[in-house]
C-alpha cells in the first residue's frame, strides 16, 4: 500500500476487514468502475449522493463501517473491487509495453484543467474533461505519462438560478484533505514544496497527487501557511481574478510544475503542453540549460525539440496574452535567468495586436515547439491559416512548420452507461471488444443486437435520467423560489439533450429563433418534443448569462412548460446523465469556432445519435446514416445570414426527419428505422472517437517522434 495512504490518520476507524478501503478510494480507477462506485453506495447510499459520490468524504463521514465490516456480502464485494484495483495495477501486457518497449518516457502532460470527476471540480469544460479522459486512456494503455495542473481551493463555481433566470456563482472553499487527493512526496517520503519568484517574493506551492489508474496528477496549491494571504488566494479559483491572477496561475503551472516535476524526481523525455495556457514551462526549462552553460538559442531549440503544443482555440480573441508592463512585471526576471535581453525574452511571445505588442501565450507555445496538433481536422485547416505569418517564417531544419492534427475522442468507461455495457457484453460473445476499443471491427456485434432489446435498454436508462432530470427541478425550483408550476419531463416524448458550457459561439438560444414554430413541434400530441438544456456561462460573459435568461423564460413560459427545461450547475455527473439518458444530442455552434467537441461522441456512444452543425469531429463521423447535420458547411456572408440557414435548417430537419423518424414504430412499439441510426451512432463513433484511439495517435504520431528526434 501506498505508506501515504496509512498516514494519512483520521483513518482510525477502519475495520480491519476493509483496511484497504481508502486504497480503493484514493485510485481514481473507480470512476470508471460501476463494480466499485456500487461498492461506496451500498456502504451508505444518501451519504454517497450528498457527498457528490466522494468516497474520501463518505470514508471519513459514515458511521457504516463496522456493519459492513459484518455484512458477508459488502465485504465479497470489497474483495471483488480489491482484486479489480490489483489485476489493473498489476498488469503486465500493455498496449505501450508491446509496441513501444524502449519508450521509458515519462510525458509530462500539462493543462490548467482537469476534469477527472466532479468529485474534484478542477474543470470548467471540455478542455478539462478532454485532459481527464486523457489521463485515465494513457492509464488503460500503459504510456507512462504524469500529468500537471492546479488545484483550486474553490474550484470552479457552482450555479444556481435565481427566480428570474439570473446566474449566480456560488464559491464553495474546499478541504483537499476531504478528496481523493494525497500530498505528493519525493524520493525520501517529505512531502514536496516548490517555490517560485513573484514581484519582490517567493510563492511556495504544496503538491498534491492524483492517482487515477497507473498515473499520477501533480497539481500544484497555493493556499498554505507559508504564503502571504493575498498570495493564498492565488490559486482559489479557476478563471477567476484578473490578468494578474492569470499570469500568475500560468506562471505557477509552467515553472512550478516543472519544479514539481524535479521534486519528484523525474526527468521527463517529452512535454505536452494542452493550450497555451502552460507555455511557461518552456521558460524554466531553458534556464535549466543556461545554468548548464548551453546559449540561449541552443536551448531554445533543444527544448522546443522536446515539446508538444496542443492548440484548442478557433479563435485569435480566445488566447491568453499580456500588456507589455504586466509581463515586465512578472515576467520580466526572465531575461537574466536566460542571460539574454528584454527583447529576447519578448520575442519568443511576441504578437503585435491592433491596439498595440502582447506578449501572447499560443505565439509561445508555438514558438517553442517541435510538434504542434489541433484537435480536429477541420480545426487544423483553420488553425494553420491563423498561424500561417509565425508558421511560415520558420527555420525548417530548426522547429517545423506544420501543424498535424489529433481529432479528439472520450474515455469510453467513463462515459459508457452501465446498461449499455452490460448489454454490449451479452451480445459481443465476451468482453474482447472491451480490450479492442479503438477497432471498428470490434464493434461489428452491435448490427445483431435484437432492435427491441437495445430500445429497451436505452428506454430504461433513458427513465432513469428523467427522474434523475426531475427531480433536480423540484428543488431547483424550491431553491429559487419559483413562482411557476412545477415541471417535470415525460420519459416517453422524444427528448433532445444540450449540454455544455455556454459561451456564445455554441449559440444555446438557436433553437429559440422562430418560437411559434418550436411551438408546434414541441407541442404535437402524437408526437410530443422535449428539450433538456444545461450549461454555466463564464463568470465575466454576460451575453452567454443573457442566454441562459432567454432559455429559462423559455422553459416558463406557459405555452413551452415542460417541453423546454434548463438544469442548473452543470457538472460532469449532469454530463453523465444526459448523454446517456436523451434520445437526440444537440450541438449548434456558429461554424468553424468548435476546435473539436466532444460531448456529442459521450451521446453517440450510448446511442444518442448527433444532430450537429458540420463543425470540430462531426465532419469527420457523418456518414449519412448514424445522426443528422445542421445547415451547410460553408463561409457565410454575415452571422445573420449563418443564424438564419441554421435555424431553418434545425427546424426542418427535426419536421421533416428526426421526430417522424422517433415515432415511426412497429407493432412491438420499436423503433426500427430510429434504432438502425444508434447502431450506426455507436459502432462509427465509439472506435474512432475514443481516448483510446486518440491517446495512440498521441503516442505514434507526436510523443515518439519528439523523442527519436532528440536521440
Ligand atoms: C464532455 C463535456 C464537455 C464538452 O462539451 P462540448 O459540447 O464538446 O463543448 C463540457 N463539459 C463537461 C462537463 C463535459 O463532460
Avoid at 489541433?374 to 527555420?395: I, N
Avoid at 436508462?461 to 431547483?476: I, T, W, Y
Avoid at 438502425?676 to 463513433?685: L, N, P, R, Y
Wanted: glycine share 8%; hydrophobic share 40%; net charge negative.
Amino acid at each position: 500500500m501506498d505508506s501515504s495512504i496509512r498516514d494519512i490518520g483520521a483513518w482510525g476507524d477502519i475495520p480491519a476487514r476493509l483496511i484497504r478501503l481508502p486504497e480503493l478510494a484514493y485510485n481514481l480507477f473507480w470512476t470508471w468502475r460501476p463494480d466499485m462506485q456500487g461498492l461506496f453506495a451500498r456502504l451508505d447510499p444518501d451519504l454517497w449522493e450528498a457527498a457528490e459520490h466522494n468516497p474520501v468524504r463518505l470514508l471519513r463521514e459514515t458511521a457504516n463501517l463496522p456493519a459492513a465490516a459484518e455484512d458477508a456480502g459488502f465485504v465479497d464485494a470489497y474483495h471483488r473491487s480489491l482484486r479489480g484495483l490489483d489485476s489493473y495495477l498489476d498488469r503486465r501486457g500493455t498496449w505501450m509495453g508491446h509496441v513501444y518497449p524502449g519508450f521509458a518516457g515519462p510525458v509530462a502532460y500539462f493543462s490548467a484543467e482537469f476534469g477527472l470527476h466532479e468529485s474534484l471540480p478542477i474543470y470548467s469544460g471540455g478542455l478539462g474533461v478532454l485532459a481527464g479522459d486523457h489521463v485515465k486512456s494513457a492509464s488503460d494503455l500503459g504510456v507512462p505519462l504524469v500529468g500537471v495542473g492546479i488545484l483550486y481551493a474553490q474550484g470552479y463555481f457552482r450555479q444556481r438560478l435565481d427566480a428570474e433566470g439570473r446566474q449566480q456563482e456560488v464559491y464553495e472553499p474546499f478541504e483537499p484533505e476531504m478528496r481523493p487527493i494525497l500530498p505528493a512526496r519525493d524520493a525520501d517520503g517529505r512531502e514536496i514544496l516548490v517555490s517560485l519568484g513573484m514581484p519582490g517574493r517567493e510563492l511556495y506551492l504544496k503538491v498534491w497527487k492524483a492517482q487515477v489508474g497507473r498515473v499520477s496528477v501533480l497539481l500544484l496549491d497555493a493556499d498554505i501557511p507559508e504564503n502571504m494571504s493575498e498570495d493564498r488566494q492565488v490559486t482559489a479559483r479557476l478563471y477567476g481574478g484578473d490578468s494578474r491572477t492569470r499570469i500568475s496561475q500560468e506562471l505557477i503551472l509552467g515553472v512550478g510544475g516543472v519544479r514539481a516535476l524535479r521534486a519528484a524526481g523525474l526527468r521527463p523525455a517529452v512535454f505536452h503542453m494542452n493550450e497555451g495556457h502552460a507555455a511557461f514551462c518552456v521558460l524554466e526549462r531553458m534556464r535549466e540549460r543556461v545554468a548548464g552553460g548551453t546559449s540561449f538559442d541552443e536551448a531554445r531549440d533543444e527544448v522546443a525539440r522536446r515539446t508538444v503544443f496542443t492548440t484548442h482555440t478557433p479563435v485569435p480573441a480566445g488566447h491568453d496574452a499580456f500588456s507589455p508592463n504586466l509581463f515586465r512585471e512578472f515576467a520580466g526576471s526572465w531575461a537574466t535567468s536566460l542571460g539574454v535581453g528584454d527583447e529576447e525574452l519578448w520575442g519568443l511571445g511576441h504578437k503585435q495586436e491592433s491596439w498595440g505588442p502582447t506578449f501572447n501565450m499560443t505565439v509561445l507555445a508555438m514558438n517553442l515547439s517541435a510538434a504542434r496538433n489541433a484537435v480536429s481536422a477541420l480545426h487544423r485547416d483553420v488553425s494553420e491559416e491563423m498561424w500561417s505569418y509565425l508558421l511560415d517564417s520558420r527555420d525548417e531544419r530548426r522547429v517545423g512548420r506544420s501543424i498535424t492534427h489529433v481529432t479528439n475522442g472520450v474515455h469510453t468507461w467513463s462515459w459508457l452507461s452501465q446498461e449499455v455495457g452490460d448489454l454490449f457484453d451479452r451480445h459481443s460473445g465476451g468482453r474482447a471488444w472491451r480490450e479492442m476499443v479503438q477497432e471498428e471491427s470490434a464493434w461489428s456485434f452491435i448490427e445483431e443486437i435484437p432492435s427491441g432489446e437495445l430500445w429497451e435498454t436505452h428506454a430504461a436508462v433513458k427513465r432513469g435520467m428523467a427522474k434523475f432530470v426531475n427531480v433536480r427541478l423540484r428543488l431547483q425550483r424550491e431553491r429559487s423560489g419559483s413562482a411557476v408550476p412545477p415541471q417535470e419531463i415525460d420519459p416517453d416524448a422524444l427528448t433532445i439533450g444540450f449540454a455544455r458550457r455556454f459561451a456564445t459561439y455554441k449559440r444555446a438560444t438557436l433553437l429559440l429563433s422562430d418560437p411559434e414554430r418550436l411551438r408546434r413541434i414541441c407541442k404535437d400530441h402524437e408526437r410530443p418534443v422535449q428539450f433538456v438544456f444545461a450549461g454555466k456561462a463564464h463568470p465575466a460573459d454576460s451575453p452567454a448569462k443573457e442566454f441562459i435568461r432567454a432559455l429559462y423564460r423559455a422553459a416558463e413560459d406557459e405555452d413551452l412548460a415542460g417541453h423546454i427545461v434548463i438544469l442548473e450547475d452543470y457538472d460532469m455527473n449532469v454530463t453523465r446523465h444526459l448523454a446517456q439518458g436523451v434520445d437526440v444530442w444537440l450541438n449548434n455552434p456558429r461554424r468553424p469556432l468548435e476546435a473539436s467537441g466532444t460531448s456529442g461522441q459521450k451521446a453517440s456512444l450510448n446511442g444518442a445519435p448527433n444532430f450537429s452543425v458540420l463543425d470540430g469531429w462531426w465532419p469527420e463521423a457523418y456518414n449519412g446514416r448514424n445522426g443528422w447535420v445542421i445547415g451547410e458547411a460553408r463561409e457565410y456572408a454575415s452571422q445573420e445570414e449563418q443564424d438564419a440557414e441554421d435555424a431553418e435548417s434545425l427546424y426542418a430537419m427535426l419536421e421533416g426527419e428526426i421526430v417522424p423518424l422517433f415515432y415511426d414504430r412497429d407493432a412491438a412499439g420499436t423503433p426500427r428505422g430510429w434504432v438502425g441510426v444508434m447502431k450506426e451512432a455507436i459502432s462509427t463513433v465509439a472506435p474512432r472517437f475514443s481516448t483510446q484511439r486518440m491517446v495512440r495517435d498521441y503516442v505514434h504520431k507526436l510523443y515518439v517522434p519528439q523523442t527519436a528526434r532528440t536521440r
